[in-house]
């Protein structure tokens, strides 16, 4: 059976062009007085945020390129719809469990997940979570990067590893010239557009590339599993590719420094309730339009394409819209995480050996973090064979080196202990790094090993050191 092929369209660009002309407007009237000198302003932009804009911030920093050129598009592409529709829905019920803690967050008022790891357990605990954070977190832009370069590709036909490095400079800027001022207000953008993308989207693949009777005949044809429940998957699979997201949504210090950063906690409420709706309508669309991009592409396109490559078949205004969307998807989650690391860096770890640092310097720091963990960033991708190896490896770092710890402190701080926390953090991140050296040992997913040890340490310490 014949496949087409992907034919980048250039006149795309003036679309993606245009969308970025309005980020660094935004990113450039955020740029205020007092986020250059105030590390609470730049980091939590005053705790002004409002539902919308949390709601916007929420869903753009979790959807991202994780999404379009990952796990969402790559499941779609290699099982089937049904199971990457429910990776998409999974990250509900981390939803309602951070709906729950919200409060919590807000009312111990930290800048960084890694500061209120300090309250149970101790300062050397909040140095040794930050710079956990920090891999994480530079490790997720990384694959931010890659998904940016293969849109710019799909527009351009130039060299992934070119576009990548392009994207670098543009989420580097976007991150270091306002803040969280800058970042919440280019989410609010991207979001928008990302729903008006998908909706034309949606209308044109239907019309012009088939319906579902053309889904069902091609599925007959290609990949008979691919819309059944389970496309042959075991459940040590779901749980497998499930657990590093889920695990890493309940310990995301982007969205605990979100939470800290709203006006009230009916906002935050507010917020993730819109969040939630939000994922439920976009994230199974990607998983659609990824497998439709499976069934008319074929083995023209990488599985990381398969959602991306739908926009060449469009008119360029159309695929335009939807390549602008996908950049959304992707910049505001790659600044977001950047500036994230850095605070954490500059925050927890360098006001941890400099005391006495004006707090212009330390937003001056967090810049330079930003700058250095962008290219750091980049040098990641050359140890990874693809978006979503990266992913996994970066979820499960902080699902089991941060989430046990942090989620105890806030929940119940009286039943842990500082070295339970601490054997916690470190024996959990010491196990996903070695089990991912070993190559996952009698084909055990990280995760599954890593997690639990985390959470067995935490626990049996901390009743073991009570006293």
Request: charged letters at 10%; one cysteine or more.
């Amino acid at each position: 059976m014949e496949f087409a092929k992907m034919v980048p369209q250039p006149k795309m660009l003036i679309v993606i062009a245009l969308y970025f002309l309005v980020v660094f407007v935004f990113a450039y009237l955020s740029r205020t007085k007092e986020n250059r000198k105030s590390i609470k302003e730049f980091a939590l932009a005053g705790k002004g945020l409002g539902s919308f804009v949390l709601m916007a911030t929420f869903m753009a920093s979790w959807m991202g390129g994780g999404a379009v050129a990952g796990s969402i598009s790559v499941i779609s592409y290699t099982a089937g719809l049904f199971p990457s529709i429910c990776y998409a829905s999974g990250s509900i019920l981390a939803i309602v469990i951070l709906f729950a803690i919200g409060p919590l967050v807000r009312k111990r008022g930290k800048i960084t997940t890694a500061a209120l790891i300090e309250d149970s357990y101790g300062t050397g605990a909040r140095v040794i979570s930050a710079v956990v954070i920090a891999l994480a977190s530079f490790s997720i832009v990384s694959y931010q990067l890659r998904a940016m370069g293969i849109v710019l590709n799909a527009t351009t036909g130039f060299d992934i590893e070119t576009m990548t490095v392009i994207a670098c400079v543009f989420v580097i800027i976007a991150a270091a010239s306002g803040g969280l001022s800058s970042v919440v207000k280019i989410d609010a953008f991207s979001v928008i557009i990302m729903l008006f993308g998908l909706a034309f989207a949606g209308v044109y693949v239907y019309n012009n590339i088939g319906g579902w009777d053309w889904v069902l005949e091609r599925t007959a044809k290609l990949a008979p599993k691919g819309l059944t429940f389970t496309a042959g998957w075991t459940a040590k699979d779901y749980l497998a590719n499930y657990a590093p997201g889920f695990l890493l949504a309940l310990g995301d210090q982007n969205l605990y420094q979100r939470m800290a950063a709203a006006k009230e906690d009916k906002s935050v409420q507010v917020g993730m309730i819109g969040w939630a709706l939000g994922t439920i309508i976009v994230l199974p669309s990607v998983s659609l339009l990824s497998y439709v991009g499976r069934l008319y592409f074929g083995s023209n396109i990488i599985p990381s394409q398969s959602f991306i490559a739908l926009s060449t078949v469009f008119p360029w205004v159309v695929g335009g819209l939807m390549m602008a969307s996908c950049t959304g998807f992707i910049l505001t989650t790659g600044n977001s995480y950047l500036l994230a690391g850095a605070t954490n860096i500059a925050t927890d770890v360098y006001t941890h050996f400099k005391k006495d640092a004006p707090e212009s310097q330390v937003v001056f720091v967090t810049k330079l973090c930003i700058v250095i963990f962008g290219v750091a960033s980049l040098i990641l991708l050359n140890f990874f064979p693809s978006i979503l190896a990266i992913q996994y490896w970066a979820s499960t770092v902080v699902g089991a080196g941060i989430t046990p710890a942090l989620l105890a402190t806030v929940v119940c701080p009286e039943k842990v202990t500082k070295w339970g926390g601490i054997a916690s953090m470190v024996g959990g991140t010491a196990l996903t790094i070695g089990w991912q050296v070993a190559g996952q040992p009698y084909g055990l997913a990280t995760v599954l090993v890593a997690f639990p040890v985390s959470v067995v340490l935490l626990i049996v310490v901390s009743a073991i050191t009570k006293k």
